[in-house]
Structures are given as C-alpha cells and as structure tokens.
C-alpha cells in the first residue's frame, strides 16, 4: 500500500499517511493543519552513524520482494 511519510510545518509533527492520490490533501492529524509535506525518506533507514543497516532495510520490505 502507498504508505508515505509526512511532516507537518505548523507543529513539526510526523506522522505516515495512506495517500492513493497524489493530488490529495494531506492534514496533520495532530492539528489539523494542511501545512503537511511529504518526505523522502519513506525507504531510508535511520543509523546512528554506524553506516547502513542491511537488516533494517529487509524487515521494513523496501525495495525489491515482488511488490
Ligand atoms: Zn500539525
């Protein structure tokens, strides 16, 4: 399912959203604002500084496995 990131730009709140359209209206479900940015790193996976985590990206399903 196209599940994506977002964060709100009037309370800094992220939060994931099912968006079928791209053209859709994102509203922070926090404060309801439409301030809502969508952002990139929907398959990037967060280190510490300790490089990559190849077992991180596998268990959150991004990229191939026949989707
Ligand atoms: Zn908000």
């Given at each position: 399912m196209p599940?994506?990131?977002?964060?709100?730009?009037?309370?800094?709140?992220?939060?994931e959203e099912l968006v079928f359209s791209q053209d859709a209206t994102?509203?922070?479900?926090?404060?309801g604002s439409e301030?809502?940015?969508k952002?990139?790193?929907?398959c990037a996976v967060k280190?510490?500084?300790?490089?990559?985590?190849l077992d991180a990206l596998q268990d959150s399903g991004?990229?191939?496995g026949g989707g």
């Open positions: 599940i994506y990131e977002y964060i709100c730009k009037e309370c800094d709140n992220e939060f994102v509203v922070c479900p926090k404060c301030k809502t940015e952002l990139m790193s929907a280190t510490d500084g300790g490089g990559l985590n991004c990229g191939s």
